[in-house]
């Protein structure tokens, strides 16, 4: 396979030389496979959308290279890029009807009229927007804009396909519908995309691999398992998953057969000596502060676990999340029962090795999953 | 509006009708003396009852002017044509000029672009006195006094800045989004500009041609100064009634109508993007 987008080293500042500068995205490396979906997640301001209008071209690149399909494309015109774009605002043509504005993007293309007519209806119906073709984009709902936008930018052949939040404004249903329908189309078409979302239900449904950004720095670029599985740093760790993981900062003791984790004074997690690798025990020994992540799914209530003191318990219609406090801090625990215990409530948490995420307290590295070396 | 009372829509008729008597007074006043003689219109007390009559405007058209002692040539038809050719072509350039330049300033923030913004609308913080002075002096030196090109030239005083900040506010109005979504299916900066920025601009870029249209028909000091005879548009035209004889009441209400009938006309032809243009516009400059 080819990397069909090529991101090196791109950087973008705002306001070069002034106070207000801002270093909106940092030496980003980045490559996309042809055929391949990939997803911008983070939170607001963490250079997602600045990266993707430089790639489009609507904002310069301050440092670096993009290139597409093997051509550099970072002094291009938007035009010359061959790009396709879903905006976030929509941006439809005002003045002409939905049918009007998705055929437009097929303009340049200079098909016949009824492959144009077909290509629109057939985009319409994947979008549910087929009833809504001959009206004006002010006589139509937001949801139904969005869809539009995205049916313009999804009719294109184009080298790459750029979304910007593509269905931010879309019913619950309706996303999970065409999540589905979008994602089978642009496999089949054999198309590129890449798009930014901060929803990573919609990163985790719809994309091949997943760059999680914060602060301008590419955190970690990973399928979706190994993000779950195997997050990079205290950063992805913390942000991929529902309910966030549970952090501790914890100090290592390793004696003959046992390692100990000690979360607070009266708090230790011990397990036996084996469930370490050699390496392992000893980094974590030399380190003089560990964080220890635990996800909510694997914190397993049992009878001889450690004692917690339940303070909150949320039924979500297939799954109950109980917090409970912990060590001087709370951890949260994720059952698929209608359960049980109510405020106030004690229960004992037990932790398996292999649910362990190590990570360095200095510089947030991850250690270690489930007692091997990351 | 349907839960307005009976009586609530009378009082808002009633009101709106004593606005509109106000307001359309002096011009009502006016049209009636244009159709009276100046002996009419002078006597006292004032009357409604006359019988009317267009010799005042036969006598506008016909650049007669005659009073009880003399006659004299009037060029009264003249002036009316040096206000159309100056007020279209100043509002021509300062579209063609200020138009691209508004686009710029709303879409290309540069160093120092509201600096050159600012100075362009300072323009009309200035004495036009204190700025034709001077003009005056250099425009005898290269030849451009008393002559159409200069008058549209200094006209620009009048016309860009209005049409600059009013239609900067509107293109600051299009998402700029929507132009990108443009450039990226294939389209030139310009052709954007011209399919894309210029149409959805388009009511504001009416009300302000209108309103430097306006703006410029009304000036008086710059082609007072600055204009002989065969160059004057009606308003400084208008001296000429002002005669040694006595001032000639019902021709200069005769003249008034025909001068003002042209912006009355426009003003009312486009009065919803008038409105629509100079809310919008300002509120977002």
């Known amino acids: 396979m080819t990397a069909q987008l090529h991101l090196n080293s791109i950087n973008k500042r705002y306001n070069p030389g002034t106070d207000h500068e801002v270093h909106a995205v940092q030496d980003l490396d980045l490559e996309v496979e042809r055929g391949e979906i990939v997803a911008l997640l983070g939170s607001s301001g963490c250079g997602k959308t600045s990266t993707l209008r430089m790639i489009a071209g609507f904002e310069e690149v301050s440092a670096g290279e993009v290139s597409i399909d093997g051509r550099r494309i970072d002094r291009l015109a938007p035009a010359k890029r061959g790009v396709a774009m879903a905006f976030e605002g929509y941006s439809l043509y005002p003045p002409l009807s939905i049918r009007e504005n998705i055929a437009f993007a097929l303009k340049s293309e200079k098909l016949p009229q009824s492959d144009v007519d077909n290509r629109v209806e057939q985009i319409a119906a994947l979008l549910e927007i087929s009833d809504i073709l001959d009206k004006r984009p002010n006589a139509i709902s937001g949801g139904q804009q969005q869809r539009a936008s995205l049916g313009r930018a999804l009719i294109r052949r184009a080298d790459l396909h750029v979304l910007d939040e593509p269905m931010g404004q879309l019913e619950p249903q309706l996303r999970a519908i065409l999540r589905g329908r979008i994602k089978h189309y642009i496999k089949e078409h054999e198309l590129t995309a890449i798009l930014v979302t901060h929803d990573q239900t919609e990163a985790n449904a719809l994309a091949d691999r997943i760059a999680v950004m914060e602060g301008g720095i590419l955190q970690q670029f990973d399928t979706p398992e190994n993000l779950k599985n195997r997050p990079a740093n205290i950063f992805t760790g913390a942000f991929i998953g529902e309910p966030p993981m549970n952090l501790f900062s914890a100090v290592a003791g390793v004696s003959d057969d046992q390692v100990e984790l000690r979360l607070s004074a009266d708090t230790a997690l011990r397990y036996p000596v084996t469930a370490f690798s050699e390496e392992l025990r000893q980094r974590i020994q030399h380190d003089n502060g560990i964080m220890i992540g635990i996800r909510p799914h694997s914190v397993q209530l049992t009878e001889e676990g450690l004692p917690a003191e339940v303070f909150a318990n949320q039924w979500l219609g297939d799954q109950t999340h109980i917090a409970a406090r912990f060590a001087g801090a709370s951890i949260v625990s994720v059952v698929h029962d209608l359960a049980l215990p109510r405020p106030g409530d004690q229960i004992n948490v037990s932790i398996a090795a292999a649910d362990l995420h190590i990570f360095d307290t200095k510089s947030g590295d991850a250690l270690s999953h489930g007692g091997n070396l990351a | ?285």
């Open chain 2, 1 to 285: 509006m349907d839960h307005t009372s009976f009586l609530e829509r009378w009082f808002r008729r009633v009101a709106l009708s004593i606005i509109v008597i106000f307001f359309m007074f002096p011009i009502f006043w006016i049209v009636l003396m244009s159709l009276q003689t100046n002996e009419t219109i002078l006597r006292s007390p004032p009357s409604m009852s006359f019988v009317p009559t267009f010799d005042n405007y036969l006598a506008i058209l016909a650049g007669r002017l005659d009073s009880n002692v003399a006659s004299m040539g009037i060029n009264f038809v003249n002036n009316l044509m040096n206000s159309i050719i100056l007020s279209v072509c100043s509002v021509a350039v300062a579209l063609c000029l200020g138009v691209p330049a508004a686009y710029a300033f709303a879409r290309h923030k540069f160093k120092g672009s509201e600096d050159i913004a600012f100075t362009l609308l300072s323009f009309r913080f200035a004495p036009p006195l204190l700025v034709l002075l001077p003009l005056t002096l250099y425009f005898q030196e290269i030849g451009l006094a008393d002559t159409y090109l200069g008058l549209v030239w200094v006209y620009q005083l009048i016309c860009l800045p209005l049409i600059l900040w009013i239609v900067r506010g509107y293109f600051e109005d299009i998402s700029p989004d929507i132009e990108y979504a443009y450039r990226i299916a294939g389209h030139s900066w310009f052709s954007t500009f011209r399919k894309i920025a210029l149409p959805l601009a388009g009511p504001g870029i009416a009300a302000a041609g209108l309103l430097a249209f306006i703006f410029a028909w009304n000036n008086f000091i710059f082609a007072l100064v600055l204009a002989s005879a065969d160059k004057q548009p009606v308003t400084v035209g208008a001296l000429a009634f002002v005669t040694a004889s006595g001032i000639q009441y019902g021709q200069i209400a005769a003249a008034i109508v025909l001068s003002i009938a042209p912006t009355l006309a426009l003003a009312l032809w486009a009065q919803k993007y008038l409105v629509e243009g100079l809310s919008l516009g300002a509120v977002k400059g």
